[in-house]
């Protein structure tokens, strides 16, 4: 599980995160989406340090479908 610097966000009684938040990681990375049971499930965006980013369906922190944008401007649309 990577570090967690930042997230804002509703939690559930158990203190993990739910609903829809911002996860921004120490490494620069940034999740922008839902989360259920603490984990990135269904819609979401996950934006890398150089502006590329894969918007799609997320399933316990998996993704498995979506696009993926590269900062030069290409992209890959499929599965994962």
Do not use: H
């Amino acid at each position: 599980k990577p570090p967690m610097s930042l997230y804002k966000g509703p939690k559930n009684k158990q203190n993990k995160r739910k609903g829809t938040g911002v996860q921004v990681f120490q490494n620069g990375f940034v999740y922008e989406g839902n989360f259920e049971n603490d984990k990135a499930s269904g819609k979401g965006k996950f934006i890398f340090p150089d502006g590329s980013f894969f918007q799609g369906i997320y399933d316990k922190n998996c993704i498995k479908k979506g696009k993926l944008k590269y900062f030069w401007d290409s992209s890959y649309e499929g599965r994962g």
